[in-house]
């Protein structure tokens, strides 16, 4: 008959509550660790709903794009603000055509619309330059937005 007590002093991974704490630490390591990516996760274009210049559903996430504001295209103050708000959404949709590796890096955190945070990046450069560099958004980190009109 085999004494499992033995079997416990020398088992260094199994603790007297049965490996409930390895499991809890894996757990617990899991839900921290998961919404925090360390590197981006290639996307694939067919995935991707663009809902504007810097909000795109994936996979039926929604996620607001850091670092750039684009005008709206669905609640517009002036005409002005619709046409380079669809001229932002156009330039997403074209980019996102291009065959270019599509890199999504997930943030901590949602927006005040419950959307997850996100960096975008079209064949290795960050969308937000892309179209802040044509003019189609400007440089946002949070707080208060300009008016395009």
């Known amino acids: 008959m085999t004494d499992t007590t033995n079997i416990e002093r020398r088992n260094p991974n199994k603790n007297r509550q049965g490996g409930t704490w390895c499991v809890l630490a894996v757990v617990l390591l899991n ?3 998961l919404p925090v990516a360390s590197k981006a996760e290639p996307v694939r274009p067919v995935s991707i709903y663009v809902i504007d210049g810097d909000t795109l559903d994936i996979e039926g996430q929604r996620f607001r794009l850091v670092g750039y504001d684009t005008p709206e295209s ?6 002005f603000e619709l046409a380079l708000g669809n001229a932002a959404a156009k330039r997403v949709r074209d980019l ?3 065959g270019q590796l599509l890199d999504l890096v997930i943030l901590p955190g949602r927006d005040r619309y419950d959307r997850g945070l996100a960096r975008f990046s079209i064949g290795g450069k960050n969308l937000a330059e ?3 560099g044509e003019g189609l958004a400007r440089a946002y980190q949070g707080g208060r937005r300009q008016s395009w009109c």
């Open 31 to 33: 839900i921290s660790v």
């Open 74 to 79: 669905y609640h517009a103050k002036c005409d």
């Open 96 to 98: 996102l055509a291009s």
């Open 130 to 132: 892309i179209l802040i």
